[in-house]
């Protein structure tokens, strides 16, 4: 049974920062690659990082590009967001998932995602 447990959401106000964290345990979750989603109030989840399994390969979305950083720890099955300068556009429930392959080849798609947490919330306040 694989688990996959988010924390370190939050209130914030505009401009101020969070850092998410993804534990992930029951399967070898350093042998894939890993990401992040989000849904806000009324919308689709959307994509919003990944990050191979070494690490070497990271990915954004343009809507978080050069204010989030995405990093892993495989020692700790741990993955990262840091996410400075936020928006209140960003306030939605944040998902990570571990993935089905290795690299990020479709790795903005939901569906290449085969474990899910049950998110965190991060608001920001304008």
């Known amino acids: 049974q694989v688990q996959v447990v988010e924390s370190g959401g939050g209130l914030v106000q505009a401009g101020g920062s969070l850092r998410l964290s993804c534990a992930a345990s029951?399967?070898?979750?350093?042998?894939?690659?890993m990401g992040w989603f989000r849904q806000a109030p009324g919308k689709e989840r959307e994509f919003v990082s990944a990050?191979?399994?070494?690490?070497?390969?990271?990915v954004y979305a343009d809507s978080v590009k050069g204010r989030f950083t995405i990093s892993r720890d495989n020692a700790l099955n741990t993955v990262y967001l840091q996410m400075d300068g936020l928006k209140p556009e960003d306030t939605a429930v944040y998902y990570c998932?571990?993935?089905?392959?290795?690299?990020?080849?479709?790795?903005?798609?939901?569906?290449?995602?085969?474990?899910w947490g049950q998110g965190t919330q991060v608001t920001v306040s304008s």
């Open positions: 990050v191979s399994w070494s690490g070497g390969s990271t």
């Open positions: 998932a571990v993935g089905k392959a290795r690299t990020l080849v479709r790795g903005t798609l939901a569906e290449n995602y085969a474990y």
């Open positions: 029951g399967r070898t979750s350093s042998n894939y690659a």
